[in-house]
T-cell receptor, first 115, second 115 residues
Framework: GAVVSQHPSWVICKSGTSVKIECRSL??????MFWYRQFPKQSLMLMAT?????????EQGVEKDKFLINHASLTLSTLTVTSAHPEDSSFYIC???????????FGPGTRLTVL | DAKTTQPPSMDCAEGRAANLPCNHS???????VYWYRQIHSQGPQYIIH???NNETNEMASLIITEDRKSSTLILPHATLRDTAVYYC????????????????FGQGTILTVHP
């Protein structure tokens, strides 16, 4: 149990375009999903927390208009990187939590490369 | 959330026990100790967590000192596939506030299991 998937697993796009990344909890309903990004040789950095049906809460320094998060259902959250630039190239990872206080389970990550 | 301190790297021989230490001297009473690991280019994998009692599951054992200021993750029979970055994280699952439920990753310990 506790499987989280992400799609796509990798994506290459041109500078200025937008990219959408999906995060799904496959065998449980996730009340909360978290989005992280990880640059090479660095640790994971939390970007935002999303609760189903409400607006995401962004960490300090993360532009909410650039990284749009939608958590429309209990099994799906999406992260859209708008007007992507090469500095947005990174490994984006989501995690999901069934209920408050329970363990978080992570997706396999999405590697974004912006040319 | 309380911060944690881990050695940057450790080595272990295949088949031997790997003991990964973690200091969390400022941990609060309601904060849990979580361990995750990340194999290269994958999402983090949940290993184990505990509050104050020692815990064991099919992957590992978690030993938490009586004062809860430090803990040790034990992989009883390390294999080459256990080579990964291991993260010790202190998490407050409840209680509100901006840190509620979050997992904040540090730099972790790079464990290398060699033949």
């Amino acid at each position: 149990g506790a499987v989280v998937s992400q799609h796509p697993s990798w994506v290459i796009c041109k500078s200025g375009t937008s990219v959408k990344i999906e995060c799904r909890s496959l065998d449980f309903q996730a009340t909360t999903m978290f989005w992280y990004r990880q640059f090479p040789k660095q640790s994971l950095m939390l970007m935002a927390t999303s609760n189903e049906g409400s607006k995401a809460t962004y960490e300090q320094g993360v532009e909410k208009d650039k990284f749009l998060i939608n958590h429309a259902s209990l099994t799906l959250s999406t992260l859209t990187v708008t007007s992507a630039h090469p500095e947005d190239s990174s490994f984006y990872i989501c995690s999901a939590q069934r209920l408050a206080g329970e363990s978080l389970f992570f997706g396999p990550g999405t590697r974004l490369t912006v040319l | 959330d309380a911060k944690t301190t881990q050695p940057p790297s450790m080595d272990c021989a295949e088949g031997r026990a790997a003991n990964l230490p973690c200091n969390h001297s400022t941990i609060s009473g309601n904060e849990y100790v979580y361990w995750y690991r990340q194999i290269h280019s994958q999402g983090p994998q949940y290993i184990i967590h505990g509050l104050k009692n020692n815990e064991t599951n099919e992957m590992a054992s978690l030993i938490i000192t009586e004062d809860r200021k430090s803990s040790t993750l034990i992989l009883p029979h390390a294999t080459l596939r256990d080579t990964a970055v291991y993260y010790c994280i202190v998490r407050s699952p409840t209680g509100g506030g901006t840190s509620y439920g979050k997992l904040t990753f540090g730099q972790g310990t790079i464990l290398t299991v060699h033949p």
